[in-house]
């Protein structure tokens, strides 16, 4: 996969570590943290606000952190308000709600969908199925 830079947004409240890819089409929203050496494909959007942003003037996103090593496919989307351990992963078309914890090493699965308020431990998966 190729790192074209075309249509990607940064917010200027993201901190983006050293060596960090993103792909093309995605979407960094504000107070996200992204480590060092981390991989976001395209067409992603991470730290995508919850519901308050759209009924409340004052929102405010909460920070949402993934540590080094990161791997997040294409098409998946983080919401805002998680934290994610080192080395963390995902398949293809993920989608993680908002105010999940995850540990170091831990890989979610291609088209998972994890509905928010989630804590998985250091070396946990969630592992797509084939039907």
């Given at each position: 996969m190729?790192?074209?830079?075309r249509n990607v947004y940064i917010s200027e409240k993201?901190?983006?570590g050293k060596n960090v890819r993103i792909g093309d089409?995605?979407?960094i929203y504000d107070n996200v943290i992204i480590g060092d050496n981390?991989?976001?494909?395209n067409d992603c959007v991470i730290g995508e606000p919850v519901n308050d942003y759209y009924?409340?003037?004052?929102y405010e996103n909460p920070e949402t952190v993934l540590k080094e090593g990161a791997f997040?496919?294409?098409h998946s989307i983080i919401y805002a308000g998680s934290v994610f351990g080192e080395n963390f992963s995902t398949g293809h078309r993920v989608t993680i709600r908002e105010?999940?914890?995850f540990g170091n090493n831990c890989r979610i699965?291609?088209?998972s969908d994890i509905q928010g308020y989630v804590e998985l431990e250091t070396i946990a998966g969630c592992t797509a199925m084939c039907i």
């Open positions: 190729k790192f074209n830079n993201a901190k983006i089409n995605t979407v981390s991989i976001i494909c009924f409340t003037s004052s997040i496919r294409s105010h999940s914890k699965g291609t088209v």
